[in-house]
Structure formats: C-alpha cells, structure tokens
C-alpha cells in the first residue's frame, strides 16, 4: 500500500493551494480519508476528513470554512483545497487511510489509521 502526498509548495498568505493523494494497494472509495499536519517537535494534527462513501466530513475548527477535503473514486486519489492560508497552517501535511467504522473520536486521532503517505511541505508566507 501507498499514499502518495503531493501539491505543497510555497504560497502566499490569502493564497491558495490544492493536495493530492494517491492511493495505491488500496481502493480510496473504501476507506476514510484524512488529512493530517505536523511541524517540527510538534504533535501530528488533525485537519480534515471524509467517510469511505463521502457522506460524512469534518474539519479541525483552525481550518474550517477555508479547506475542503474531496476525493475522486476514479483517480483513487484524494484532495486537500486550502484557500485562504495563513502563516500557522505551515506544516508537513499527510494523507492517511483508515479502515474502522466512521467516529469523530476516531477520524480526529492519528491511531486508528492504517496507511500513511510521506508528507508535503506546505509554506505560507505573510
């Protein structure tokens, strides 16, 4: 299995930028998929996530009404829109893949899921 994280780069504050995440091992339409963030010392946290069927979303209140998280069943492969970046939301940014029944305890915790992609660096500059 492989998730394969990319679309960070530098941006500006206000700024836009779109992740992807492909999936590969696994079939994306069968799994929750979350974004999470992590920067230096810190914890990983979450961002963002969508059940297997899509029906469900929930989004970390720091990036709430700014992100949205999608995917496309034919691609295999998931999307993180960010518009409106600030500073704070710098950060290595993962994908991950996670099999158990939709909660928001678990969806919101890095230790439900299986599978994670290798990060991409986000930068946002003010």
Known sequence: VQLQASGGGLAQAGGSLTLSCT????????YTMAWFRQNPGAEREFVAAMSWNGASTYYADSVKGRFNISKDNAKNTQYLQMDTLKPEDTAVYYCASMSLRWTITRVTHRYGYGYWGQGTQVTVSS
């Open 23 to 30: 999936a590969s091992g696994i079939t994306v339409k069968d």
